[in-house]
Nanobody
């Protein structure tokens, strides 16, 4: 299984980015998927998750600004990020294959993770 993130970059405050996470050797439809981020000197934190039924969960810091979604046919997970702030600057990672989203915010609960894509808001 390989997860590959893309879509990161440099954006001004208030701008938008859409991250993608493409999977090979894995089917997105049946498990919890998540997005995490890690800023320099800080711990990796859960940003959002989407369960097999399409229900979503968000960290308080991104509620109302970020939207997680998935396209099962394309085996791709997305994170639409709007109204970006400098404090959103971090490496963003996708994660896959947790049985359900009860522990969505715990990186180690997922079986697979990507290498990350850098988001810089400045």
């Amino acid at each position: 299984v390989q997860l590959v993130e893309s879509g990161g970059g440099l954006v001004q405050p208030g701008g938008s980015l859409r991250l993608s996470c493409a999977a090979s050797g894995y089917t997105y439809s049946t498990y919890c998927m998540g997005w995490f981020r890690q800023a320099p000197g800080k711990e990796r934190e859960g940003v959002a998750a989407i369960d097999s039924d399409g229900s979503t969960t968000y960290a308080d810091s991104v509620k109302g600004r970020f939207t997680i979604s998935k396209d099962n046919a394309k085996n791709t997970l997305y994170l639409q990020m709007n109204s970006l702030k400098p404090e959103d600057t971090a490496m963003y990672f996708c994660a896959a294959d947790q049985t359900d989203c009860s522990n969505w915010y715990l990186w180690y609960e997922y079986n697979y993770g990507g290498q990350g894509t850098q988001v810089t808001v400045s």
